[in-house]
């Protein structure tokens, strides 16, 4: 259909807009609509391509938008101010916020400063991080966030796994103090997944939009845009486990680690018993 809801009655097009849905759902015929109001072609639609001077300009699948090709011209910012999802990409900035929320007695984290949180568990004369953000700038902000609640030395750093934006900061945290390093054996095998927001041809953080089409990476404020990719933080774990689980006592904490493969290999989760809380990736 060519643009059903030019000309009509905005009471017309809800009527146009319902017809198209009840269409699609009666599932004999794909519908296909060239239409000028985004409103309406986000709403009727699972599949929308939205076209600038005669280029696809972006794609969206079920409210989630990804430009595409080179067609960004000057016309775009305007069209992509429209996509569906922007509202709900705006309101989720507010889940990254900087902020050091207390988990429970000794155990805190924080959230914001980097594309990944950090978990700070305080011991008996020491402390105890589990993961240490992407990079040193961030290691550095969330020990400043931390403040005396960071008691040195650090006695051990717990790696989650090896994505960048969860070891990317340890030698600020370990500092001067050598701490004991952990992780599971595979990751040491396995080596960082690097480049993954690129996998497959998309672009996961919005890596490639320009500042003015920027909300939020998605699952993070920002990712490499303000302080760029480095791994020159990551230090390798100097004490690895096979297998299921790992029972260890730093600084007076009983923790276990357990092997919980998912989004990579080596994935670990960190169970503290005595606090009745479970750090996952
Ligand atoms: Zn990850």
């Not at 030698?171 to 103090?177: E, I, P, R």
């Amino acid at each position: 259909m060519d643009e059903p809801t030019e000309g009509p009655a905005p009471i017309i097009v809800d009527q146009v807009e319902q017809m198209l849905v009840n269409l699609a759902a009666e599932g004999e015929m794909a519908v296909l609509v060239i239409e000028q109001n985004i409103g309406v072609a986000t709403a009727v639609s699972n599949h929308v391509a939205i076209m600038v001077s005669g280029g696809v300009f972006m794609v969206e699948v079920r409210g989630l938008a990804m430009v595409v090709g080179s067609a960004l011209d000057q016309s775009a910012p305007a069209y992509a101010d429209d996509f569906a999802g922007r509202e709900q990409l705006r309101a989720s900035s507010a889940e990254f916020r900087k902020e050091v929320i207390q988990i429970t007695d000794g155990v805190f984290a924080a959230v914001g400063y980097s594309a990944s949180n950090v978990t700070l568990i305080q011991g008996d004369n020491g402390s105890i991080i589990v993961d240490t953000s992407a990079n040193p700038v961030d290691a550095k902000a969330i020990i400043g966030a931390f403040g005396d609640r960071l008691v040195r030395p650090v006695r051990a750093i717990l790696y989650t796994h090896n994505h960048p934006d969860h070891s990317g900061g340890a030698n600020v945290f370990s500092g001067n103090d050598n701490p004991e390093i952990y992780s599971h054996q595979t990751l040491v095998e396995a080596g960082p997944e690097l480049g993954r927001g690129q996998r497959d041809g998309g672009d996961a953080f919005g890596t490639k939009l320009p500042d003015e089409l920027f909300i939020n990476a998605g699952t993070q404020i920002e990712y490499g845009r303000v302080t760029p990719h480095t791994r020159e933080g990551y230090l390798p774990p100097t004490r690895t486990f096979s297998g299921e689980s790992l029972t260890i006592e730093v600084a007076g904490a009983e923790m276990q680690l357990i092997h919980t493969p998912g989004e990579s290999p080596e994935n670990t989760a960190i169970w503290l018993a005595a606090k009745g809380v479970s750090r996952c990736n």
